[in-house]
Structure formats: structure tokens, C-alpha cells
Nanobody, 119 residues
């Protein structure tokens, strides 16, 4: 039932940065785990990172560890993904997703925002 809307994607040269934003509605945002996934051309969807609504702990895929940072502002029902030191391999559509404490998998998805990194 929740709605997620991503923004902030764009084109950047290798080594550059972007900040993605996801605005959520339709649930108790502070109780949801929020995550970012991405899908590169011709590849399967890949987990990027998540931040828990119950513990506040963040977790990242090895491929982005140390370069990407996920954060949330519960007062604004918003989650962010800071992308630093971008590489061409980071080129993908990035999706925001939410999971409630009652769900075993992510059940709310945004429409995605394109990130393109040129060498």
C-alpha cells in the first residue's frame, strides 16, 4: 500500500558523486526497513544497502562498501543514498524499497531512477 518515489539520478563522470532521495508514504515510516537495489543492463537486480527501522543499523553490499552511504530522516519520511567515487560499473537503475516488520521480503518499490557513470 505504501508509495515510494525516487529522485536524484543523473549522469556523472567516474569519481563523481550523486545523492539519491526516496520519499515514502502510506505506512509508519520509522518502523520500516528501507533499502536500495539496482539493476544494471542485462543483469539481475542487486542489493545495494539497507537501513533498519528497528535498530537503525545500516548494511551494504561489498561492491559499494566504503563508497555509498544510506541514511534516513524519519521526520520527512525520506531515505537517502549518497553515492561517492562512482565507477562505470555502478551504472544502473536504482530502486528504493521498503519492508515492514510483518513482511519477510520487500513489498513496496519505487519506480527507479537512472544513474549513468562515464569513464
Amino acid at each position: 500500500q505504501g508509495q515510494l518515489v525516487e529522485s536524484g539520478g543523473g549522469s556523472v563522470q567516474a569519481g563523481g558523486s550523486l545523492r539519491l532521495t526516496c520519499v515514502a508514504s502510506g505506512g509508519t515510516f520509522s518502523e520500516y526497513t528501507m533499502a536500495w537495489f539496482r539493476r544494471a543492463p542485462g543483469k539481475e537486480r542487486e542489493f545495494v544497502g539497507a537501513v533498519s527501522g528497528t535498530t537503525g543499523r545500516a548494511n551494504y553490499a561489498d561492491s559499494v562498501q566504503g563508497r555509498f552511504t544510506i541514511s534516513r530522516d524519519n521526520a520527512k519520511n525520506t531515505v537517502y543514498l549518497q553515492l561517492n567515487d562512482l565507477k562505470p560499473a555502478d551504472t544502473a537503475v536504482y530502486y528504493c524499497a521498503g519492508r515492514s516488520v510483518f513482511a519477510s521480503d520487500y513489498d513496496n518499490w519505487g519506480q527507479g531512477t537512472q544513474v549513468t557513470v562515464s569513464s
